[in-house]
């Protein structure tokens, strides 16, 4: 069971400032919380196989596959500045 001096601590690390109801609030609720995760340590899960997802899901790419533009130049003067064959851009690193 947590008690109010937990709630307090965690409030404190957290940077809340609760009142005396929201303290005595919070205690039951996250009692409560942890009273759940107790039953669910109960369980056996020894043949459940640990995942990180409940359902399995993975993203949908396609393969990227070089194809040169033939208007080069085209692109090249959609650029709000370019310097030869090169786009220009301002500077972000310092030398420093």
Known sequence: ???IEQVRKVAHLAR???TAQEEEQFTTQLGN???YFQQLSELDVTDVPPTTRAIDVSNVTRTDELQPYPEREAILQSA???EGDFFKVPKILNEQ
């Open 1 to 3: 069971m947590i008690d």
């Open 33 to 35: 919380i942890l009273d």
């Open 16 to 18: 809340l400032e609760l």
């Open 80 to 82: 709000p500045q370019q």
